[in-house]
């Protein structure tokens, strides 16, 4: 057992120990006492020159010598004052120079802009509780504009995913959750260094393409060797977010092993989600298999606790719906009060939603959710683009059976959602959601909303 002692030794001993040849700060420490010599004669001027029983001696001195009145305040006040700005002066350059030479070895990166990385991470860890429930690159898009707003992110990601690295870990490894989503949202809210976020995204290509290694990307790889040593996947996650800084944290939306199942306008069932994609039939329904997994409490706790809920965007029925079909996580969402919006996808996908409108895509989400009670909606706000891609890009994305989702916010309305609608989209080789015009409309619209400006219809407070 600890004695009482034992903490203020340590605290001794620890306090020894900066006094350590070699660490370049004993000067900068020196420096402080003597800082505060000037400040303490200071105070001392100001305060008892009017007694000046006390310096009569002095007092004489200073008089016959320099023909100064030390009791006369057009002395004694601008000395005073003078002595106290010097030792607070040689005090704060003591201590800036200290924490420029711990910084300069911790994170010489940031030695320049020192007071500007403190205030903009103490504003950010102060931003609005933000949830975010999707997959795919969507997710991992939006998140990269949202961590320039606020550090308290949540990222909850569809476990389903089968294919590429992921889907080969999962069969290599015995049903190990799949890692590739969760990687993709990890390196969006990175705080590390570039060459660290590229080598997550490392992809091996050997020569050999059964030798077991092509295909896979670094940053799976090390979640499932970090998943085999600690033994649990949400510590697999939680300790490579460690290794990357990220701003928040990444969910899975379960980490029970499960598998996407498509009911297809044919009436044939399709299990597996490359397969459901690679289908040309209509889906009809998704389900999941086992159709009630549950998610981490985490997840839960997130929502409630959440000023902000995000779904999407992504695909509705391959990154979005799955996340609800976790029953807990849509019943949490309906009770919400938080403001809750669904991001509508910019374009169609094929085989997926062709044809479809961006109220189709609420449909659908509503058409899974039949165990929320009647009224019951799980967002408020729609966002949805109304701007259109380049000519090129139309033509483009024409070849694959790709377009433009349709703005109907007439039906959204009728629906009893409210469409919120701007220019979203960005044109590089993909005509996707731009991150920094997303996250700049979702925080105005929750400025507007903390300002009591809009209103949304709300459910009934939880009893």
């Known amino acids: 057992m600890a004695t009482p002692l034992s903490s203020p030794r340590k605290m001794v001993v620890s306090g020894v120990k900066w006094l350590t040849p070699g660490l370049k700060v004993k000067r900068f420490l020196f420096l402080i006492p003597i800082g505060l010599i000037p400040v303490v004669i200071g105070v001392a001027l100001l305060i008892n020159i009017r007694n000046t029983d006390y310096y009569d001696w002095l007092d004489r001195q200073i008089l016959t010598h320099l023909h100064v009145d030390i009791a006369d305040s057009h002395f004694y006040l601008p000395v005073g004052l003078a002595l106290i700005a010097l030792g607070l002066l040689l005090i704060l350059s003591a201590l800036i120079a200290i924490n420029r030479s711990i910084v300069g070895v911790i994170s010489p990166e940031n030695l320049e802009s020192l007071p500007e990385v403190i205030q903009r991470k103490r504003t950010l860890n102060q931003g609005a509780r933000i949830v975010v429930i999707g997959g795919g690159t969507g997710l991992s898009t939006l998140l990269r504009g949202l961590k320039q707003y606020s550090s308290n992110l949540t990222a909850v990601v569809t476990m389903t995913d089968d294919g590429g690295s992921s889907g080969l870990l999962q069969q290599q490894l015995g049903g190990m959750p799949p890692p590739g989503d969760i990687r993709n949202c990890l390196v969006a809210l990175a705080d590390a260094e570039p060459l660290m976020q590229e080598l997550f995204q490392f992809r091996f290509e050997t020569r050999a393409g059964d030798d077991g290694l092509s295909g896979h990307s670094f940053g799976n790889l090390l979640i499932a060797a970090m998943t085999q040593i ?166 483009r994305y024409a070849k694959t059976g790709a377009e433009v989702v349709a703005a109907d916010t007439d039906v959204l309305q009728t629906m009893g959602y409210h469409p919120i609608t701007g220019k979203f989209l960005s044109e590089t080789q993909l005509v996707r959601h731009d991150p920094e015009r997303l996250s700049r409309a979702i925080f105005h619209l929750w400025q507007e909303h903390s300002k009591g400006l809009i209103k949304p219809k709300r459910p009934k407070p939880r009893k």
Request: with cysteine.
């Open 230 to 395: 600690t033994g649990d996947f949400e510590t697999a996650v939680q300790k490579t977010s460690e290794i990357l800084a990220i701003r928040g944290r990444v969910l899975p939306s379960t980490v029970e092993s499960v598998a996407l199942v498509g009911l297809l306008a044919d009436g044939r069932e399709v299990t597996g989600e490359t397969r459901i994609v690679k289908d040309p039939a209509a889906i009809e329904q998704i389900k999941l298999c086992p159709e009630a997994p549950a998610p981490p409490q985490e997840v839960l706790e997130a929502i409630r606790d959440a000023d902000i809920v995000v779904l999407g965007p992504g695909s509705v029925f391959t990154s979005v719906i799955p996340n609800l079909l976790v029953g807990p996580i849509a019943q949490e969402l309906a009770k919400s009060r938080a403001l809750r919006m669904y991001i509508c996808n910019v374009m169609t996908q094929p085989g997926e939603t062709d044809g479809f409108s961006a109220s189709q895509h609420l449909a659908a989400i509503e058409k899974h959710l039949p165990q929320l009670p009647p009224g019951k909606k799980i967002v408020d706000y729609v966002l949805v683009n109304d701007a259109r891609p380049s000519l090129d890009a139309m033509e």
